[in-house]
């Protein structure tokens, strides 16, 4: 595959330059293949402190029930994507309802009494001026209705409060996301507090990693980070330092270092990548890779030595996207061939695409 | 005949004389001849057994400076203990000591090495308790390969290629003869787990733990048998690793509640390593029809290399090997890997013996036409017919005494044939002459054995001192010694031979084939000239010889231009150590150079690079290429296989130089193979010549590559050609030594090539745990050291149990260049603490710059550093004697004079007590060592044949009259080398030593006619006069023989020198012999009259 790809745009490259350069000059032989030429230069490259991590939800809720029942309803399943004020779950609402019947029959009974207290204040505050009651009897109806009053607010907070409990039983979901995960049925027993599922906000990721003690001076939280995800091909995205959790591991000495991604549907939670921070500046020689070719079991690539190509002996290093960092056998200033195919070999007499124009 | 009291020579002649016997003996050494030529093992240069072994022991984690003080300065101690041992040369590096262990030449291989097994395993206990065990490895020069085949292709790759040389390997080792069959170059199957530091991170597996998975995951045991339905039957538990995707799949931790598995954290791949530390390509150069053509360049190589055992015939076991290689090649190797043998020793050697047999028939025939041309065709076939047949004596004696057929073998033989033919000269001759004045009465054959017996004596004792003086070859020591032993040994035992074959054979020829009269008309002839009607040549030199007897001052002026002459000869050889202009630089106009073994023409030199110790393999690996770059432009260059990152196959000469077997990303080796020396005009000598300038225009591109084209020597290997060991109490002093030493050779006359020992410094991130935040992190230094040891280089975490794979596969977790983690940020590495959780390594350590250990050498028990450099054009006498002059009490780095030393006959030891020390070592020891030896061989040589010859003439006087033909033949030496244009050599002392024992006989001959002349009553000067007159032309043709018979040699470069000397010494000193020593010895016989004449008044 990868002699396929290495070969494939010379060849291509080939025939039509050969074509061309057979329309348009006489003195150069048809059959010799021309080949594209590159410069070896010395590239400035950032010198990068690469840290691996993972994609992770800023939210990540777990829903649980504030009521205790008998879970009547939940249809919702992992990996269900869910709005917010999506219903979750129903919790089963009969002793609530009962508990509403019975404030209200109580606010009904202390309106009663209300009622029948104020009528006697009315009675007491005429008879009183007609002297047939005893100005304390008034006092006392007032007392009662104030009681009355007091009570009838209690059983009002009471109803308000058993109505309230109604709400609860029905969950919905708080934020746009997806429900991660499912822990109980319909029919078991919620109680209060215990996670009935989880559900995960799209709405920030994160990419979570740890960086280690002696880096964490070079690190600017203004500076973008680039972060690459390896399952999308190592597409590069620019995420912001939101933050460096300031308390560190005293035995791995590390810190956990968060860093807002751009949201892109592609990405998903859990994903590995590596996020490369700059520390400084380098300069290294690059070439393309599609130059490198294997000989005899070595990886090199051909320098032209005039119009010979001279097989060198190359090691790589480091890969940067397209280009592959030569550590040793090369030294600036070559020209190679940028794409080579197997007819050639060290001590070939080439015609370079320069030439065949 | 019964009343003639028979000496030795008389007896064997009466024998023999009518026997069957004879025909028989004739038949059975020519049988013998037969077996010995087809028998004896040929090799191309005689062996020479150093026993040498390395000792290696760990030290884990010391440094150098320990290594030095708690390993190398003991076990030297120790190993200098052992009798028998030469040189003890050691590095001490960073963990590891290595101590190469060099025995004297012609120590018993097998008791030396027990010796030091004994030794160094009794010495345990004076080592720490750390260290571990002491391997000793013996460096032995019958374990290099003598054929190497090399597997090539540019479809293959050297993974592919070493699978198929793997089985053609297999497939070797059941030929007869063959030792060490190995493979070179290629890579092994592995399964490599690529690691990503940051994968694990994120998955939270450290390194540590990842690498605790496989060992505990890849089992299989098997169980005690269990017994069911009344039969056993085996239990096995079976969990290893079948193939690469059991290890992707194995589970390295679990994560989050869900299994980790390597695939989620490394990638896995089978084959051969994607990292490549050394390799090897081959490319045909233009001297082979397949060069230019496609993909004859630069093909990814893999060597197969062959040693033969000891004592078997390299010539029968590489070719039995080749036939299979050929066999394999078209059975079952595919067509697009080319298959070249680049060694062949067995047909070197071969090629070397049969050339030197053509030229020892050359030579033969060459003396057969003198011979006709003197004695006439009959005597010239029946002393022909002697040659073979001692030949086939000599031979045999090499068979059953061990000698090899070599070149100096066939050299000793060459050289002996001039003086093997005298005997039967002699012997014929003298029956000739009894043959022509025939007394009636007696029988052929009585006349037969008593001509025999006439010059038996005389025969008897020339031969012995000509057998005494190359005897005293036997006592050069060292290398030089083995190297010359074929000739100590093969010319005496001819010369004896060839007296017995004479006694024999001769008189049982002559006896049948000549006839009275046919002989009767030339000696006739002859015997007129003896009688004073003298042919022209006789009269000749009784014009020239009278004057001298007669006219003092003409023999004064005659004996001062012998003088000046001498004089001349030898200020050809001096002129350069005390001209004007001082010993470095080029030779004179007039002088001759004294060196040591000139350099031989070969069909292969090796390149051998050595990079700076922090060079990448890419930038070795782009170096050597454009060396090949400019050996694919020599015409001459048949193929070239470069090594990089390991050196070549090993051969004689890399061994002893210490280059075999390097290995290292600065290292590389360029193994180039020339056409066929008999196929081109030019030898390898002027080619590597030539092509030095132009490595060196790439070199100067390149600061601080050390290049050397090495050539194989003729004769013994050496470090370098001028070397200078400097001795020294400080590793910094001696390399500030080192840099000014340096520039002194940069500054001397034709030094190329050269090398030093004091490595470039590597930088070396020190990682420096935190003991203190470790231990509050809870991770241990050793959790450390095994992460850092994946991250760096990897671990072989396992072995695969593959079915159907030859070779143990490993399992190689390592963090592959993609992913390289830097030193100086270990953020991304981290290790597990006690409570599991991950720290990374960056915070747990400092890392410090600072530059890596440099291994410490010691020569001999002290701190040493070399100094290295070849000549191109010269010899290293003069380069050595210039640098002298100018280092010597230069201002050494701890303020006192450079104390230089070494270049006295005897050796010298280092001694660092009065600080520091340069010794002379290299070429200029050997040469020392060698002419002292043969100064001593040719003294006792002489010394020997004097006091035989004074036994022999009872006077004291007499014998150095004869001898002082030895010194005449120095006239000849040096004018002979400078007319030829070779350096005076080891080889020309041989020739000295030789042309002793040629030159000696002609005076014992000559004074000893004068006595015979004396004693039939001819009065002094005629006596004197006629004597020369007549030996004029038995001496000649001597002379002849020999001349022609060596001419052949002079071609040599090695030998070359040898003919030189012999045979323009021999010419000069014959021709002033006939007059020199008559004349001294009619001084003496005055003299001495007079004496007695006074006595008696």
Known sequence: ?357 | MSETRLNFAGRLAQTFITSKLTIVFIIAVALMGVVAVLQTPREENPQIVVPAALVTVSLPGASAAEVEELLVTPLEGILKEIPGVDHIDSTARNSVAAIQVQFKVGQPKEESLVKLYDRVLASRSRLPSDAGTPVVQSIDADDVPIVTVTLASSQYDDYALKRVAERMADRLRSTDNVSVVSIKGGHKREIAIELDPDRLQAFGVTLSQAYGAFGASNLSVPMQPTVRHGKVEAIKLSASFQSADDVKNQIVAIHDGRPVYVRDVATVTDGPPSEVAAFSRFSFGPGDARFGKDNSMDMSAVTIAVAKKKGANAVVVANAVIDRIERMQRSFVPEDIQVVVTRDDGEKADAAVNLLLEHLLIALGTVGLVLMFFLGWREAMIVMVTVPLILSITLMADLLGGVTINRVTLFALILALGLLVDAAIVVIENIHRHYGSARAGTSKEEMTVLATNEIGNATNLATVAVMLVFAALFLVTGMAGDYFYPIAYNVPIAMAASVVVAYIVTPWAANRWLHRHDVREEEMHAREDARGEPGRMERLYLRLITPLQQRRPVRFAFGVVILVLMGASIMQGAWQFVRPSGVGGAVSQLGVAIGFLPKDNKNTFNIVVSMPEDTPVEETDRFVREIATLLAQEKEVVNYQTWIGQAGVEDFNGLFKGTAGRTGNHVAEIRVNLTDKHDRSQSSIDIVREFRPKVDAVRAAWPGVEVTLVEDPPGPPLRSTVLAELYGPDSDGLRALSDEVRKAFEATFDIVDLTDTEPVDVIEHRIVPDKEKAALSLVSTAQIAEALSLVYGGNTLSRAHLPDERNPVDVRAFVPRRFAVDPTRLDRVFVDNVDGKPVPLSELVTVQPTSADRPILHRDNERVTFIGAELSNSVPLYAVLDLQRRLAGITAPDGRPLRTGNLSFSEEVPDTIDGYQLLWGGEMRMTLNVYRDMGIALGGALLAVYFLLVAYYRSFLVPVIAMSSVPLGIIGIFPGHWLVGADFSATSMVGIIALSGVVIRNSLLIIDFIQENLKHGMPLDVAVRQAGAVRLRPILLTTLAIVLGSAIMITDPVFGGLAISLIFGTVASTGLTVFVVPILYELHAERHLRHSAVKSQ
């Open chain 1, 1 to 357: 595959m990868r002699t396929v790809l290495r070969t494939a745009p010379a060849l291509i490259f080939l025939c039509f330059l050969t074509a061309a350069a057979g329309a348009t000059t006489q003195e150069k032989p048809i059959n010799l293949p021309a080949f594209p030429v590159t410069q070896v230069e010395m590239m400035e490259i950032p010198i990068t402190y690469t840290v691996p991590g993972s994609v992770v939800s800023d939210g990540r809720i777990d829903v649980s029930s504030r009521v205790v029942g008998f879970i009547e309803q939940l249809d919702v399943r992992e990996g269900q994507k869910v709005s917010r004020g999506d219903l979750l779950v129903r919790i089963d609402q009969t002793d609530i309802d009962e508990a509403v019947r019975q404030a209200e029959a109580g606010v009904r009974a202390s309106q009663k009494d209300l009622d029948d207290a104020e009528q006697d204040v009315e009675k007491f505050a005429r008879l009183t001026q007609s002297g047939t009651v005893a100005a304390e009897t008034l006092r006392k109806a007032k007392v009662r209705v104030d009681i009355a009053r007091a009570n009838l607010d209690k059983a009002r907070a009471a109803l308000n409060s058993a109505e309230a409990q109604k709400s609860y039983a029905t969950v919905t979901s708080p934020v746009d996301g997806v429900i991660v995960s499912v822990a109980r049925r319909s029919g078991e027993m919620a109680t209060a507090g215990s996670t009935i599922m989880t559900v995960e906000s799209r709405e920030v990721l994160l990419f979570k990693t740890f960086v280690s003690e002696s880096n964490l001076s070079a690190i600017d939280p203004q500076t973008p980070v680039t972060v690459r995800i390896d399952t999308l091909k190592g597409e590069v995205f620019q995420g912001r330092i939101r933050g460096i959790v300031p308390s560190g591991d005293d035995v791995t000495r590390r810190y956990e270092v968060n860093i807002v991604l751009p949201s892109d549907p592609r990405l998903v939670p859990g994903m590995f990548g590596r996020a490369e921070i700059v520390l400084g500046k380098q300069f290294v020689t690059l070439i393309p890779q599609v130059a490198l070719v294997r000989r005899g079991g070595l990886d090199g690539v051909f320098v032209l030595d005039g119009d010979v190509a001279r097989f060198r002996w190359l090691r790589t290093g480091r890969v940067w996207g397209d280009a592959v960092e030569v550590v040793s056998g090369l030294s600036g200033g070559e020209t190679i061939l940028a794409a080579a195919n197997d007819t050639i070999r060290d001590g070939s007499v080439v015609q370079t695409a320069e030439e065949a124009r």
